[in-house]
């Protein structure tokens, strides 16, 4: 706080002891007494600050007191300052009036009373002290009248400004003088002018305390300010209104902040809305893509109980599907609390909420299933610990094909917008079931007809194996297809893929088949089978375009010869663990022009050795090069088992593993059996033909165990009249196996022909002639029966005298033949 000014108190005498007498008596009032000791020294002080009152003396040399006091009542600064005469002169009348006529306010005779002077000097003092606060307090007023940073203005009652202040005269435009004098109404706005009249009416005749508005006041240029308005009323000494204080303050641009930050919340409110219903879309479309992404029902429905629950924040989504064996709905698919989930296929029929939502074919929502009846909902539900339901049908064009049920374990869950979005939600679910139901349907058939395509089962011939695998890839099945088919004097190996999928391409892949079947059953070498495709491809106007490979090994097993339309080269694995692929007999794809005729390469075929034809969805990995699946092929078959059926699905597991072909895939692997010189074992169809194939197995082995040509034919004759005789007489030409064994020791050959049939006994004098045949052919013939079947063994050195006599061992009387 500011400490308090001391007030000046002049003391003018030309006795000095006077002054002391003074200052004596006026000390006590803590002031500063100055001293002066003639009328000049007192103007030279009065020049030199302010005074609070000043003790004259009259009677001095030079100026007296009475020409001092007129020359500082002359002056504008002092003529208001307290004058007390202090003289001991006369008291007449004349001098006294005197010294009031100069301006005195008082007029004491020495000797004077010290109280009383000093009580006459405190109190203007105190005058000075009240009227040195209130001209401090207007200094105060008027800076900060003239500095507000607001427009301030002093009005009159009759609304003329009195004083304005900078900021209102830049606000508005104008000059101070211009203003200044002029009326209210000059800054206002018309059409407010009325509505201000009254207020200051108001004001004036104390009917209200302070006038707010909001305002246009006009700049001199025309344009409209908008103005916070606040008027107040000051009172005069009388207590009525003197005049007016007006502030004014620019809120323009107040006013264009609120307006934009409305905006920007009206904005931020649109693209909330615009969010939400983004968001909505985005959750309708992910319906949508799960729709299209997946097209087998069992692959469709848990997506889209997940994308519900998403979309939705739900605890528990259902999909209920008509009955085909009922009118009820049945529980194809569920998310359910963990606590307790529904059991599938659960059946839900009539009086069930279910089967309402159905019926009614309309969204139903119930906000609590407690306050339900039990009858409504099934136990399972209920122990779920679900509460708020909703449940919307599924429609579709031939009807109502199910419901989609979401629950949720708080109650009053669901609102308008959860009913609206599970409405859209289940248009694109309704489309997506019915047309994963509808694919269902295509898929069976297309996979049925494909599947009776293939072969039932490989050929089973003597020295060879066989086994072929199909998987389809992806949703629609292909036309890739393999065959073996079993020729006059050898096998036929087929390797295809028509490109494309679905109905037609499987359909393509029939006649292709059927055809091949037939032109390679007339005997024509590869090269040619593959012409006459391509002419039959020609006039069928298939744009599909085939990839073949047709493969014929001779039937010794020993040799390959094949032609490829545009197919991967098959993979030949030697007996000694190395793998290459043949890249001979390749020309264009089957429905593609071809100048001259179609190649074909040659391989030979090692005993033990394994063939291997596939389909390009094998080996093909979307961005990878083709080398790379062909060696990653060729490293599984090396790694993998020897036998065709542990091979194939060694394969397949290696190459694919977890991953989803994205394209069909078919593989075919071909054996021949490896030819030991001590030992060879054959299982032999009951087929006839397969006799043929025995007959030069043996003979391979024969001629691998040093034989002679004549010992092979005689050989070979015997076993082939022992094992015609199991498959006529043990198994009468049934399904079944006949074993054929063929050791070499110390240069004799012994052979055992062994089937689990059941002879039919002799008749009497009925003796057939196999036994005599063997007997004359051979060492030595032993044949053993039981109920185990029969077993005859041959025997026979090679390089023996051939008058050596001949021994029949075992029943003397052989079974009928």
């Given at each position: 706080m500011t400490p308090k000014r001391r007030a000046r108190v002049l003391l003018v005498d030309d006795e000095p002891d006077n002054l002391v007498a003074l200052e004596a008596v006026l000390e006590p009032l803590g002031q500063e007494l100055v001293r002066a000791a003639s009328g000049e020294e007192a103007l030279r002080q009065l020049l030199k600050g302010e005074f609070a009152v000043i003790l004259l003396d009259v009677r001095m040399p030079g100026l007296d007191g009475f020409e001092t006091a007129a020359l500082i009542k002359r002056r504008e600064r002092t003529r208001h300052l307290p004058i007390i005469f202090v003289t001991a002169i006369s008291k007449d009348t004349e001098q006294v009036f005197r010294g009031y006529s100069e301006g005195a306010v008082d007029y004491l005779l020495k000797p004077y009373d010290p109280v009383v002077l000093r009580s006459k000097v405190g109190v203007f003092i105190e005058l000075y002290e009240k009227a040195a606060a209130l001209e401090e307090s207007e200094q105060r007023f008027r800076t900060?009248?003239?500095?507000?940073?607001?427009?301030?203005?002093?009005?009159?009652?009759?609304?003329?400004?009195?004083?304005?202040?900078?900021?209102?005269?830049?606000?508005?435009?104008?000059?101070?003088?211009?203003?200044?004098?002029?009326?209210?109404?000059?800054?206002?706005?018309?059409?407010?002018?009325?509505?201000?009249?009254?207020?200051?009416?108001?004001?004036?005749?104390?009917e209200r305390t302070v006038y707010r508005a909001e305002r246009r006041c006009l700049h001199a240029d025309g344009r409209a300010l908008a103005v916070a308005l606040s008027v107040?009323?000051?009172?005069?000494?009388?207590?009525?209104?003197?005049?007016?204080?007006?502030?004014?303050?620019?809120?323009?641009?107040?006013?264009?902040?609120?307006?934009?930050?409305?905006?920007?919340?009206?904005?931020r409110a649109a693209r909330t809305e615009a969010e939400a219903v983004a968001q909505m879309v985005r959750s309708v479309q992910s319906v949508s893509d799960t729709a299209l992404a997946h097209l087998a029902l069992d692959d469709l429905l848990p997506e889209l109980l997940d994308r519900i629950a998403e979309t939705l924040r739900a605890d528990a989504v259902s999909v209920l599907l008509r009955d085909p064996d009922g009118d009820g709905l049945v529980l194809r698919a569920t998310r359910a609390p963990s606590a307790s989930e529904e059991t599938a296929h659960a059946k839900f029929g009539p009086g069930t909420f279910e089967e309402r939502v159905a019926r009614e074919r309309r969204l139903i929502v119930i906000d609590d299933i407690t306050d339900e009846g039990t009858e409504l909902f099934d136990g399972d539900l209920r122990a779920s610990g679900v509460r708020a339901l909703m449940a919307v049908p599924l429609v579709d064009e031939g009807g109502v094909s199910g419901i989609v049920r979401v629950g949720?374990?708080?109650?009053?869950?669901?609102?308008?917008?959860?009913?609206?979005?599970?409405?859209?939600?289940?248009?694109?679910a309704a489309l997506a079931i019915g047309n994963a139901r509808l694919y269902e349907r295509e898929h069976g058939i297309v996979e049925t007809l494909q599947r009776s395509l293939l072969p039932a089962r490989m050929p089973q011939l003597p020295g060879i194996s066989i086994a072929a695998r199909y998987q389809p890839g992806g949703a629609d099945v292909g036309g890739d297809w393999y065959d073996a088919i079993e020729l006059d004097d050898g096998i036929g190996l087929v390797m295809g893929d028509v490109v494309g999928h679905g109905i037609d391409a499987a359909a393509t892949m029939g006649e292709l088949r059927h055809a091949l079947r037939a032109y390679a059953l007339d005997g024509l070498p590869p090269g040619a089978v593959l012409a006459k495709l391509n002419r039959l491809v020609e006039q069928l106007q298939d744009d599909r375009i085939t990839t073949l490979l047709y493969a014929v090994v001779d039937a010794d097993w020993t040799h390959v010869r094949f032609a490829s339309a545009g197919h991967l080269p098959p993979l030949l694995l030697e007996p000694d663990g190395s793998a290459e692929f043949l890249w001979e007999g390749r020309s264009t794809p089957l429905g593609v022009p071809i100048n001259g005729d179609y190649e074909e390469g040659t391989a030979r075929l090692a005993s033990g050795s394994t063939l291997v034809l596939y389909t390009d969805g094998l080996v093909e990995v979307r961005g990878e090069e083709l080398p790379d699946g062909l060696e990653r092929l060729r490293n599984a078959v090396r790694a993998g088992p020897v036998e065709p059926d542990a091979l194939c699905d060694q394969v397949i597991e290696s190459l694919l593993g977890?991953?989803?072909?994205?394209?069909?895939?078919?593989?075919?692997?071909?054996?021949?059996?490896?030819?030991?010189?001590?030992?060879?074992?054959?299982?032999?169809?009951?087929?006839?033909?397969?006799?043929?194939?025995?007959?030069?197995?043996?003979?391979?082995?024969?001629?691998?165990?040093?034989?002679?040509?004549?010992?092979?034919?005689?050989?070979?004759?015997?076993?082939?009249?022992?094992?015609?005789?199991?498959?006529?007489?043990?198994?009468?030409?049934?399904?079944?196996?006949?074993?054929?064994?063929?050791?070499?020791?110390?240069?004799?050959?012994?052979?055992?022909?062994?089937?689990?049939?059941?002879?039919?006994?002799?008749?009497?004098?009925?003796?057939?002639?196999?036994?005599?045949?063997?007997?004359?052919?051979?060492?030595?013939?032993?044949?053993?029966?039981?109920?185990?079947?029969?077993?005859?063994?041959?025997?026979?050195?090679?390089?023996?005298?051939?008058t050596a006599p001949v021994r029949t061992d075992g029943q003397a009387e052989a079974p009928a033949r």
């Open positions: 900060a009248f003239a500095n507000a940073p607001s427009g301030m203005a002093l009005v009159s009652t009759d609304g003329r400004f009195l004083q304005v202040n900078r900021a209102l005269a830049d606000m508005l435009g104008r000059a101070h003088s211009e203003l200044a004098g002029s009326h209210w109404d000059s800054i206002v706005h018309p059409e407010e002018r009325a509505e201000d009249h009254q207020a200051l009416r108001e004001l004036v005749d104390g107040s009323p000051t009172t005069g000494e009388a207590g009525g209104v003197q005049q007016l204080i007006a502030q004014v303050e620019d809120v323009t641009d107040r006013q264009r902040a609120e307006r934009e930050r409305a905006e920007r919340l009206q904005e949720s374990t708080s109650p009053n869950r669901f609102d308008d917008n959860d009913a609206a979005l599970l409405a859209l939600v289940a248009d694109r977890s991953r989803a072909a994205s394209d069909d895939v078919a593989l075919l692997a071909f054996r021949t059996m490896p030819l030991a010189r001590e030992l060879m074992r054959l299982e032999l169809p009951t087929d006839p033909s397969s006799l043929r194939y025995a007959r030069r197995m043996l003979a391979r082995w024969l001629e691998q165990a040093g034989a002679s040509e004549e010992e092979a034919w005689e050989i070979g004759l015997a076993t082939h009249e022992a094992v015609a005789n199991a498959i006529e007489h043990a198994y009468r030409f049934t399904d079944a196996l006949v074993h054929m064994e063929a050791r070499l020791a110390d240069s004799e050959v012994a052979l055992t022909v062994s089937d689990t049939g059941d002879w039919r006994e002799p008749v009497e004098g009925e003796r057939g002639k196999g036994i005599g045949l063997m007997s004359g052919l051979m060492d030595r013939v032993s044949v053993g029966g039981g109920e185990g079947g029969t077993t005859v063994e041959l025997r026979r050195r090679l390089g023996r005298d051939a």
